[in-house]
């Protein structure tokens, strides 16, 4: 059998705890800031928890990262 693959894009973007969480980058700070306000751009800053209906994407991803629990 063939050895499954890290999805790379994938293991760059996600974090896991070691409680079993998944975090990401908020999105929407990447560019086109300037009409933004900086409370806006405050509240995007950081990290938050992935939503758990793409968590079993995230896993096919990750297989050799531990088991995501909720």
């Known amino acids: ?8 894009s994938a293991a760059k ?3 896991i705890t070691a409680t079993g969480k ?4 908020k999105a929407g ?10 409370a806006r751009k ?3 800053t950081g990290t938050t ?3 758990e209906g793409n968590l079993a994407m995230i896993a096919k991803e990750l297989p050799y990262k531990k088991k995501f629990t909720r």
Not at 29 to 38: D, F, R, V
């Open 1 to 8: 059998m063939p050895k499954m693959k890290t999805h790379r």
């Open 13 to 15: 973007r996600y974090k």
């Open 22 to 25: 998944v975090l990401r980058q």
């Open 29 to 38: 700070k990447g560019h086109l800031l300037a009409h933004k306000s900086p």
């Open 42 to 44: 405050g509240r995007l």
């Open 49 to 51: 928890e992935v939503f």
